[in-house]
């Protein structure tokens, strides 16, 4: 989904690597020893993946400060305690808040709506735009995973039950098995992913009718995924029995990639030559309609290759991780 929103007039896929990113580094910048060179890169790193990041979309600045607030609760007190007492973090400090103050002063003027514009269900009550977002809450699981051109074709089901068995799978490890630290920075991740939509949605029904969609929470979930490997690979070397799970992490894997593919695939259908009731995969060959730029295939043949080699790096490195079964 990251991928494909990036590749639209959408800020969407901006903030969820931004998101992804800034957490990878403050976790790094707080919890690992570094030199002071080593130090300087990742606040100069922070500091321009937040500035991208809240100038994304207003909810953004909400994605920023879980990222910070998870990244304390990881923190080494040590390490901590050497970052804040250096002057450059609190140059990043300053940069980054008087950015954020700015936006924040941009997003509180908002424009109003065109005029042509209807939102469907303005005006309704705080209280119908809340529960009718917390009824919607698993369907819009799917727009974390893939959910294609106007929101309106998902991606195929095997894809969707592949990402989601393997995305469960190291969420529910990760945060039981990852210690007490990773549940607690968790909490407040798992938390906003729940209470953001419904409370958003309430706020702005009567204005704006209903907004919500599954895609808007992505870059919080995608931080819980990170968070629940982090804490699923610190608990790896002590877990004897994960040494067993080297066949199982491979076929996951490869899973992952085959899912990846042929949600690609579904996607390239949809725009090439639509997904209509009569139309067969093979009109992707016979009558195209649309082709993007160097073609189809080639954007698939690089697509695949690029799934492979992640698939066998990501295999790689998990599986030395694991203890060895003697």
Do not use: K
Request: cysteine-free.
């Amino acid at each position: 989904m990251t991928l494909f929103l990036s590749g639209t007039v959408n800020p969407n896929g901006l903030e969820v690597a931004a998101t992804a990113a800034v957490f990878a580094l403050l976790t790094a910048t707080f919890g690992a020893p570094a030199s002071r060179r080593t130090l300087a890169w990742r606040l100069a790193g922070v500091t321009v993946v937040s500035l991208l990041l809240v100038n994304t979309r207003s909810i953004a600045l909400l994605w920023l400060l879980l990222a910070l607030v998870a990244a304390l609760i990881l923190s080494d007190r040590f390490v901590l305690r050497i970052v804040l007492r250096w002057w450059a973090t609190w140059v990043a400090v300053g940069v980054v808040a008087a950015v954020t103050l700015a936006v924040a002063v941009f997003y509180l003027r908002p424009r109003p709506l065109t005029p042509a514009y209807q939102p469907i269900g303005a005006g309704q009550s705080w209280g119908q735009g809340f529960s009718w977002t917390i009824d919607q809450t698993f369907s819009f699981m799917t727009g974390w995973i893939a959910q294609f051109g106007w929101l309106e074709i998902p991606a195929p089901a095997i894809a969707l039950v592949i990402w989601a068995v393997v995305g469960g799978g190291i969420l529910i490890t990760g945060v039981v098995f990852g210690g007490r630290r990773t549940q607690l920075a968790a909490l407040p991740v798992g938390l906003a992913l729940l209470l953001v939509p419904p409370l958003t949605q309430a706020a702005v029904i009567g204005v704006a009718g209903y907004i919500w969609q599954g895609r808007y929470t992505l870059a919080p979930a995608v931080m819980l995924l990170l968070l629940a490997g982090m804490g699923l690979d610190r608990a790896l070397p002590a877990l004897e029995p994960f040494g067993r799970l080297r066949p199982l992490v491979g076929v996951a894997v490869v899973l992952l990639a085959v899912g990846q593919v042929g949600a690609f695939l579904w996607m390239v259908r949809r725009y090439v030559t639509g997904l209509t009731s009569t139309g067969t995969w093979l009109d992707l060959l016979r009558h195209p309609v649309w082709q993007p730029p160097g073609g189809w295939i080639l954007l698939v043949v690089l697509l695949t290759a690029a799934a492979a080699v992640g698939a066998w790096l990501t295999a790689r490195t998990v599986t030395s991780r694991l203890p060895v079964r003697e």
